[in-house]
């Protein structure tokens, strides 16, 4: 293990990769359905301002600078959480099964979150727009990491869950 490893600095890293991956897509996305920010607003509305009817056809500044903050709080805790798995992996055969549930939660949660809190919000997020940037995030984050830790690649060659 490199003596240079910081959990905090590289789960920052990772985080903001992720963040700024699935931040941009929906940017993209909004800017060319003709409201940017859109998905912030409404996912600040509904998620943090509790609104079950939001508005959907005006950006609400607040609950879209709201969700970023919680957005990219989000982010940062689960890149350090892949981070932390990612140097403890190193060492012990369970948290490298433990990355591969990390990665299968971290794509289904935001898509949960949508399912549960229902109404206009599902129809704004087809499944497929929620599932691509949350894998693209994560293969950003898992490819960051991966090149950090070299170790690790030559741990998942030799013995990818463990002897």
């Known amino acids: 293990m490199r003596a240079s490893h910081s959990v905090l600095r590289e789960g920052a890293v990772a985080g903001l990769l992720g963040a700024g991956t699935v931040a941009l897509w929906f940017l993209v996305r909004d800017t060319l359905a003709g409201l940017p920010f859109r998905t912030a607003s409404v ?12 508005d959907l056809e ?3 500044a607040g609950a879209a600078a709201a969700y970023g903050v919680f957005h990219l709080a989000a982010f940062l805790l689960v890149g350090w959480l892949l981070a932390l798995l990612a140097r403890w992996a190193t ?14 939660l971290f794509v289904l949660c935001f898509y949960v979150v949508l399912r549960t809190v229902g109404g206009a919000v599902q129809d704004l997020f087809p499944a497929w727009a929620v599932l691509v940037p949350n894998l693209l995030a994560a293969f950003v984050m898992g490819a960051y990491l991966w090149r950090r830790y070299p170790e690790l690649r030559d741990i998942l060659r030799a013995e990818p869950l463990g002897s």
């Open 43 to 54: 996912l600040g509305q509904v998620l943090l301002f509790l609104n079950p009817s939001p």
């Open 58 to 60: 005006r950006v609400s």
């Open 91 to 104: 060492q012990e055969p369970v948290a490298r099964f433990a990355l591969v549930v990390a990665f299968v």
